[in-house]
């Protein structure tokens, strides 16, 4: 039923959309120009006033054609990371891949297709189904944040399947915890060739905290780093002020939290390091801190409805899926804390967020034959 042109031609002609964070006004544009012509009912939310962005998340609709089936959830996001201007998509073969100087954009405009491809099999064929809410959200590689401020009271969906993922047998049932941080630390600037004694450096002071720290992989659920570094004015100045942000994920919202306090410590035991008398004076460098929990932990069990749902689904059409335990968040995270059961399901994305991003087509078609059998298993599941 699913019709493979369709749908590589409607992946080529979004991800020829360039739709970076907070900049997807175009692809929404083309979207609502999709879901017009199919009759679809949508919405677009306040979230782009909210977050500075040229447009809010897009919720859609489709009414049940049976009370038998459950409310369903299908979402996948609309904005891409960069380098994403003038993608040129190459066709080779079963595969599509960037040209080699920007993304492709697969992640996540490869599920956004195989949702519309399934949203049209099921109008062509006349199948049953229950009421469908689709999310095209907004901003989710900056921190999730479309996912973040939807009105899940305008849901009907108790079940939902994020189509954000590579492995196309596999079911993402866990996801971590983070903490995002920002570190300031401001030292006291003097010539370097003059009196450099005289100064604290605030990037020696980072340097030697950073050294300290337990990063990288942790633990087989834990994980550290440091992002960015900027500060210094000139080589001749002792620098007086340094910037650096960082993350900490883990499965165990103990682990991250001890995890988050030792990096702190780090720095903080620096200080005390560096602290000295000058003239006469004590003379220490200031420290500052502003951590925020960005996404709580997602576990969804193996025995849940949404899990089963999707296993058995995949068993109808030969794949065997199995769990997967990821290492970054997606909107699954979100959608679970607001009470809707979420688990991720793969698309074929390949080296996504580099320019040797690439997809099998025929991985998209087994997405969307995976989101027509989980419609049609899910009238097992009750309404």
Known sequence: MVNKDRLVNEFLALVKIEGLSKQEGKVAKYLSGILDSMGIEYYVDQVGDIIGGETGNMIASIPATDTKFPALLFSSHMDTVGPATGINPIMDGDIIRSDGTTILG???????AAILECLRVLAENKLPHGHINIVFDVAE???LLGAKHLDYSKLKAKMAFVLDNSDIDKITNRAPSAN???????????????????????????????????LGRLDHETTANIGTIEGGRATNIVANYVKITAEARSHDEAKLSA??????????DQIEKFTKVVDGKTITPTFLE?????????????????YQLAKRAGAKIGIHLT??????????????????????IGTGMTNAHTVKECIKIQDMVDCTRLLL???AESEQFGN
């Open 141 to 143: 590689e900056i921190g």
């Open 106 to 112: 697969a992640d996540d405009k490869s599920g956004i």
């Open 180 to 214: 995002r941080m920002t570190y300031e630390i401001r030292g006291v600037e003097r010539h370097a060739g003059m009196e450099p004694e005289k100064g604290i450096s605030a990037i020696e002071v980072a340097s030697q905290a950073i050294a300290a720290m337990k």
């Open 323 to 344: 769990p997967k335990t990821a290492g970054g968040g997606t909107d699954g995270n979100i959608y679970n804390l607001n009470g809707i059961e979420t688990v991720v």
């Open 373 to 375: 059998a989980i419609i």
């Open 259 to 268: 995890q988050s306090d030792h990096m702190k410590q780090c720095f903080l």
């Open 290 to 306: 502003d951590r925020h929990h960005d996404f709580a932990v997602m576990h969804v069990a193996e025995s849940s409805p949404t």
